[in-house]
């Protein structure tokens, strides 16, 4: 049957996806070694490709060796900031002419190994490991900024899921006050009429907020169904008439991983757009669970006896709408048929 939305908030980006800094610098070096042997091929024709090949290796072995202590520098004394830079740049200047000196002494002894050939002149060496320190340079800031970059990266996704953690704190909290404010309101207008359903209905909400305080970022979808069951049993107590959950889930999805509170407010709202009143039929809220390729499907029913007051979404299910966007989830919510059906979306990433 299909649900005709009153509010679909689209899910979010996905969060920040990482490379991992060692296939990063593999790739990188592998890019470069491949690129760098046809142009010592063609320009000094050394011999053929593979002794090019040779002498490249030997020439960035002591760069790639280098490569990881660098990036972890480069998380350990971030830019920008004078200071930083200024260390950063000395560094380089000592820090190029060792790499290319042992590079270009690794490079010659490759070849050596694979076709003796006359040794330069101290001269020759000198000038050679000079001029190419100077085309080095920029290689050394190429690996410096492609580390400061993956620092800035690494950076950016903590803060990223930092504040994701506080915003889903700070929700979490507004629906347990939500809940809390509503329960006693009820309770506190029932101690006037019927004193004994109120101390039951006290004891009922006593489990529910040891279980509201207790409850973790994400739980099975199992241990939610038993807590709404738990609030069913509060509402029943605090309307004085019967109040059914009729519950259908698969294995897999009892074992889903769900936000934790995730269906207190999905049946607080069945309840709000059901117009049930005291002195009606017995009312059943159907609640349906299944996982549909990498997506979890939640939906709650509830048959309208009357129309509802509220056509909109409630504060408990707009916090759940905004708890599931963060986690690229989403909710639907609207009139289905006779009745007031709600559907979440939760994608197997968001376990």
């Not at 908030?9 to 490379?19: G, T, V």
């Not at 400061?148 to 899921?161: D, E, F, K």
């Not at 700070?170 to 329960?183: E, V, Y």
């Amino acid at each position: 049957m299909s649900v005709a939305p009153a509010c679909v908030l689209p899910a979010p980006e996905a969060p920040l996806s990482l490379p991992r800094p060692r296939v990063v610098m593999v790739g990188l070096w592998a890019l470069l070694i491949a690129t760098a042997v046809p142009a010592v091929h063609l320009s000094q024709q050394p011999g053929g490709l593979v002794p090019a090949a040779l002498f490249i290796v030997g020439a960035e072995l002591p760069w790639m060796l280098a490569t990881p202590a660098l990036w972890a520098a480069c998380r350990r004394w971030p830019l920008p900031g004078r200071r930083p830079l200024i260390g950063w740049l000395l560094l380089g200047l000592l820090l190029t002419p060792a790499l290319t000196a042992l590079g270009w002494g690794l490079g010659h002894l490759l070849l050596q190994l694979w076709q003796a050939q006359p040794l330069p002149s101290s001269r020759q060496v000198a000038r050679a490991i000079g001029i190419t320190t100077l085309f080095a340079f920029p290689t050394f800031i190429a690996v410096a900024g492609t580390g400061h970059g993956l620092a800035w990266l690494q950076r950016l996704n903590a803060q990223s899921q930092a504040l994701r953690l506080a915003r889903e704190v700070a929700l979490r909290q507004h629906l347990q006050h939500h809940f809390l404010f509503n329960a006693l309101n009820a309770i506190g207008g029932l101690a006037l009429l019927r004193p004994l359903a109120a101390d039951a209905a006290l004891v009922q909400l006593s489990s529910l907020l040891r279980d509201t305080l207790q409850c973790p970022a994400q739980r099975p979808l199992a241990d939610e169904l038993g807590a709404a069951q738990d609030y069913v049993a509060l509402q029943s107590l605090l309307h004085d008439e019967a109040l059914h959950l009729h519950l259908q889930a698969s294995a897999e999805a009892l074992h889903w991983p769900v936000p934790g509170l995730l269906l207190q407010p999905l049946i607080e709202n069945a309840v709000l757009h059901s117009g049930w009143q005291a002195g009606d039929p017995l009312l059943q809220i159907e609640l349906t669970a299944e996982v549909q390729g990498s997506v979890l499907e939640v939906a709650v029913f509830n048959p309208c006896l009357r129309a509802a007051r509220n056509e909109g979404l409630g504060s408990g299910l707009a916090t759940l709408q905004r708890r599931l966007a963060m986690i690229g989830g989403h909710l639907q919510a609207g009139h289905s048929g006779s009745g007031y059906r709600v559907c979440l979306f939760l994608p197997e990433q968001a376990a």
